[in-house]
């Protein structure tokens, strides 16, 4: 068999930078194209070839995507943004290449926050009720049935969009009323509001098999200081766990939504006060924005995956626990991404012995001050 041609739509994401490093370091040559709506974003992916096309939201765009696929002879097509998944998801009878993504109907559900979570609560994964807001009665009843705090939030988008926890009742229509004064019609819900410790578990399924998963654990957000919840969406630190809880949650949330899994589902979910691990949402057909860190770490999904739709075999993988514990992955914008042990990092807790006390004294300069530490 030749090279493979695969096409990345939103390649200059963050996301879809993650699986085009992913696929350039497979063990084998893949010709990548590339593709993305803003063309200054095109400088990022390292890709062969990139194109430029209208947003995914036009009239034109399956039309402009099947020309690229007729032009580079592109066998399969790979959408990493959830709206450009959901575009190619209605029309993938439309593409002429192949795709490797769950049901129209599994997708639409999983798109929508408020849907899933029905599910989820039908199936004793959620203990509590989801209940669209969008007034001040409606907030009422949310406080009377869910208590406070709660936790507000879009039923659809990526990023923790329009998501706040509310401590009282005067934060969450202030909320809806700051939205609703922009003209932003998204649909809201409440849900109560989880203190405990958040996870991610990505995961890749064929007709129904769970071929391998990765949980971790999110210990910091990128710059959370802009956003009132202090959640962004993305990790800036993260590392690898092996939690039993977590892997079995996991796939019964998956399960739950869909009986014959396929393709790529990545999970969130959070502790409650008690420890007990819910989801709180799946974004099917696409990878973690940091999908990169496994591949680094020995897990390549994306060739995998991209393995997978080809009809090819891919090596035994473990379904659960793939990479080590306690890697991991820490990154920030304008820095280096560091793949590091826990018990490798600089500075561990309890361990004094590297915290600099640095003693300010305006008659020295800092460099003398470092020195007398020395």
């Known amino acids: 068999m030749g090279q493979k041609r695969v096409l990345i739509l939103g390649a200059g994401g963050t996301a879809g930078n993650n699986v085009v490093q992913s696929l350039l370091d497979a063990p084998e040559p893949i010709y990548l194209v590339g593709t993305d ?45 959830d709206i450009e998944v959901r575009v190619v998801s209605e029309h993938r009878d439309q593409l002429r290449a192949r795709t490797f993504l769950p049901s129209r109907e599994v997708i639409r559900l999983l798109q929508d926050k408020l849907l899933s979570a029905a599910v989820w609560e039908r199936a004793g994964l959620h203990t509590f009720p989801t209940l669209v807001v969008e007034d001040e009665a409606s907030i009422q009843r949310a406080v009377a049935e869910l208590g ?25 229509i202030h909320w809806l009323r700051y939205w609703r004064s922009r003209g932003v019609d998204w649909q809201f819900i409440a849900q109560p509001y989880l203190p405990g410790k958040e996870y991610a578990f990505q995961s890749l399924w064929h007709q129904g098999e769970l071929i391998t998963s990765q949980g971790r654990e999110r210990v910091e957000y990128i710059i959370p200081h802009i956003a009132p919840s202090g959640k962004t969406g993305t990790s800036a630190v993260t590392v690898t766990v092996h939690n039993r809880d977590l892997n079995e949650t996991a796939t019964k949330a998956i399960l739950a939504i869909d009986p014959m899994p396929h393709g790529v589902y990545s999970i969130d979910l959070v502790a409650d006060r008690r420890g007990q691990i819910v989801p709180t949402e799946i974004n099917s057909g696409r990878f973690f924005t940091t999908t990169y860190f496994y591949t680094l770490a020995g897990l390549n999904m994306p060739y995998y995956y991209v393995r997978l739709a080809m009809g090819e ?62």
């Open 148 to 172: 406070l705090p709660l936790w507000l939030r879009a039923t659809e988008g990526a990023g923790a969009r329009g998501s706040t926890p509310a401590d009282n009742f005067e934060t969450a």
């Open 37 to 81: 709506c803003n063309r200054y974003h095109l400088e990022w992916p390292d890709v062969h070839k990139v194109c430029l096309v209208p947003p995914c939201t036009s009239p034109e765009y399956i039309d402009t995507i099947n020309v690229i696929i007729e032009r580079e002879r592109i066998e399969f097509v790979h959408p990493q943004p």
């Open 313 to 374: 075999s891919i090596p035994a993988l473990p379904q659960y626990d793939a990479l080590p514990a306690d890697l991991y992955w820490i990154r920030h914008m304008d820095c280096p991404a560091v793949l590091v042990f826990g018990n490798e990092l600089r500075y561990r807790k309890g361990d004094g012995q590297h915290l600099l006390r640095l003693r300010w004294d305006h008659s020295r300069s800092v460099r003398e001050a470092l020195s007398a530490l020395s």
